[in-house]
Nanobody, 121 residues
Framework: QLQLTESGGGSVQPGGSLRLSCAAS????????MGWFRQAPGQEREGVAS?????YKQYADSVNGRATISGDNAKITLQMNSLRPEDTGMYYC?????????????????WGQGIQVTVSS
């Protein structure tokens, strides 16, 4: 069974940076898609970034230019710069088998427990 474990969250001041990591285990398939989603209190979960086996990357408009996703099917990272208070939320790593990769949460069937990111002065 595919397991995902997030790390690297925390508190940071506006304008700061964070690097989130997601370690994946239990999947030996060749084709994969992994991504990051976030959810603020009272809001729906939204996609942040995704990457697949072909290194095809997608970013939400809200983070485009401030976020970089990288990695492979064992570990992905999300580097976020110029953080804003609206980036605050619980960040979840997600994965799905196959190379098909769109930044929509219903497309992913494996989820990590989530990690908190707080951007505040």
């Amino acid at each position: 069974q595919l397991q995902l474990t997030e790390s690297g969250g925390g508190s940071v001041q506006p304008g700061g940076s964070l690097r989130l990591s997601c370690a994946a285990s239990g999947y030996g398939g060749r084709n994969w898609c992994m991504g990051w989603f976030r959810q603020a209190p009272g809001q729906e979960r939204e996609g942040v970034a995704s990457i697949n086996v072909n290194n095809y990357k997608q970013y939400a408009d809200s983070v485009n230019g401030r976020a970089t996703i990288s990695g492979d099917n064992a570990k992905i990272t999300l580097q976020m710069n110029s953080l804003r208070p609206e980036d605050t939320g619980m960040y979840y790593c997600a994965a799905r088998r196959g190379a098909y990769c769109v930044l929509r949460s219903p497309e992913f069937d494996n989820w990590g427990q989530g990690i908190q990111v707080t951007v505040s002065s």
